[in-house]
């Protein structure tokens, strides 16, 4: 089992940046690709981003692209999601997930990231 743990939410204000931090443990080799969701009361979980484990060309929603950029340190199993340019709608919390063999998706309890106009 892979546990993942996020990080780097937070207050900021329209056009502002933050960085989204993804941390894992546990068996991290098992894992072939992570992404990013996100949440807003009363809604659907949305995807944001992913990326798979061996470098192919990341995707995104289409609300994020050109202003969030999801990458990966591998040596230290970590997951990133830089975004800049950020706006009121993009207020959300925030939840990092890892996939590993047999369909089995590992979810960490998210991040609030709140964007004021």
């Known amino acids: 089992q892979v546990q993942v743990v996020e990080s780097g939410g937070g207050l900021v204000q329209a056009g502002d940046s933050l960085r989204l931090s993804c941390a894992a443990s546990?068996?991290?080799?098992?894992?072939?690709?992570m992404g990013w969701f996100r949440q807003t009361p009363g809604k659907s979980r949305d995807f944001v981003a992913r990326i798979y484990w061996s470098g192919s060309t990341p995707t995104y929603a289409d609300s994020v692209k050109g202003r969030f950029t999801i990458s990966r340190d591998s040596a230290k199993k970590t997951l990133y999601l830089q975004m800049n340019n950020l706006k009121p709608e993009d207020t959300a919390i925030y939840y990092c997930v890892a996939y590993t063999g047999g369909g089995v998706e590992n979810w960490g309890q998210g991040t609030q990231v709140t964007v004021s106009s």
């Open positions: 546990g068996r991290t080799f098992t894992m072939f690709s």
